[in-house]
């Protein structure tokens, strides 16, 4: 069973990853009780979406990075191609 103390930590945890996130936090339980099903599922959703964003986020990023890397690389060619 989980005491008082524990409770308002969970809330205060949900409160700050959901800030970090940029997750609307909702309706947050109150202490000493549990998030109902309904709240429960409206964060998975939520988080299920930031991380669709973060990870398309992250994928575009790679490829910019990628395409970055190799431009370099291909000028440095070409220069040392027309001086040869």
Do not use: Y
């Not at 000493?32 to 409206?42: D, H, I, K, L």
């Not at 930031?50 to 992250?58: E, G, V």
């Not at 440095?76 to 001086?83: D, L, Q, S, W, Y």
């Amino acid at each position: 069973m989980s005491s008082p103390l524990d409770s308002r930590m969970r809330a205060i945890a949900r409160e700050e990853a959901g800030a970090l996130l940029g997750v609307p936090g909702g309706v947050q339980p109150a202490a000493g009780s549990a998030p109902t099903p309904e709240q429960m599922q409206q964060q998975i959703t939520d988080l299920h979406e930031h991380l669709h964003h973060a990870a398309t986020a992250i994928s575009k990023l790679e490829e910019r990075v990628d395409s970055l890397e190799k431009a370099p690389r291909r000028a440095v060619t070409a220069r040392k191609g027309n001086t040869e």
